[in-house]
């Protein structure tokens, strides 16, 4: 009997072993199948990628890109002409109270002149600090240049000034009213005035 059981125990175990062996060769099946599995699929998308992009892919590609800038040229130009006109109603006004204040403060006359012909403000302007009284010594200020902007128009239109003149008390010998616009038709710019004591007032503008 003891015989019989100590057989029986061990045929057991010889097929639990057998099935275990059988078991692992069909998991280490599975294995070597996904492992073939993924080296062929990662082959085939570096072949892909290795032919790179066909014509049709290339004209698709090209298509959308021309759509994507036609929509954005025309708001970047007018984002540009915006950015011109604000610039240039910044510098008019920049350069009127620099003005101002450097006649108060060197005690001289200083004056605002176009860089063109007389009245002529849509080449740029100049702040000029030698126009009436020569400035000397450790006060001498170099004259500053404020060169116009794309587009932009600048027009004195109150009296057809050549120049803006400031005496050292800021006040002004005479008022003047600029216009701020551009080229486009419609568009809102800027007025820009003077009054007698050298005080500047700017308002929106329709051009």
Known sequence: MKATSQTASSSFFNEAFLASSALTGACQNQENIANAALRQGLTGVRRRYDQGFTIVELMISIVILAVLLSLAVPSFRESAANANLRAASSDLGLALNSARAMAISLRSVVVVKPLGTANDWAD???????????????????????????????VETSSGLTSVTFNPSGIVTSTATFTVCDVRPGETGRQITIDRLGRLNTEKWSC
């Open 124 to 154: 740029g302007w100049v702040i000029d600090y030698d126009t009436v009284v020569p400035v000397t010594g450790a006060s001498k200020e170099r004259d500053q240049e404020f060169l116009p902007h794309p587009g932009v128009q600048v």
